[in-house]
Nanobody
Framework: QLQLVESGGGLVQPGGSLRLSCVASGSIIDIYTIDWYRQAPGKQRELVARISSGGSTNYADSVKGRFTISRDNAKNTVYLQMNTLKPEDTAVYYC?????????WGQGTQVTVSS
């Protein structure tokens, strides 16, 4: 069974950067589409970025031009580089791997953008 562990969250000032990592174990991830979601307090979980098994990427309008998703299949890891962070980016960030209707979630990592 695929297991995902996110890391890299923390407290950062507005305008700063963070890089989140999602490390997979239990299976190779190169066949999976990987998503990054986020959930702010009192809000629904929203899709932030997606990378397909072939490397195609998609982003929510709110992060386009600021966030970059990438994958290193040799390391079984997917990254989310977040630049020019804003207070409204504050949330718990989760990675999700899915294939043919099956999905796996990590436990999340907290990102707080505040001065």
């Amino acid at each position: 069974q695929l297991q995902l562990v996110e890391s890299g969250g923390g407290l950062v000032q507005p305008g700063g950067s963070l890089r989140l990592s999602c490390v997979a174990s239990g299976s190779i991830i190169d066949i999976y589409t990987i998503d990054w979601y986020r959930q702010a307090p009192g809000k629904q979980r929203e899709l932030v970025a997606r990378i397909s098994s072939g490397g195609s990427t998609n982003y929510a309008d709110s992060v386009k031009g600021r966030f970059t998703i990438s994958r290193d299949n040799a390391k079984n890891t997917v990254y989310l580089q977040m630049n020019t962070l804003k207070p409204e980016d504050t949330a718990v960030y989760y990675c999700n791997a899915h294939l043919a209707g099956f999905g796996f979630w990590g436990q999340g990592t907290q990102v707080t953008v505040s001065s």
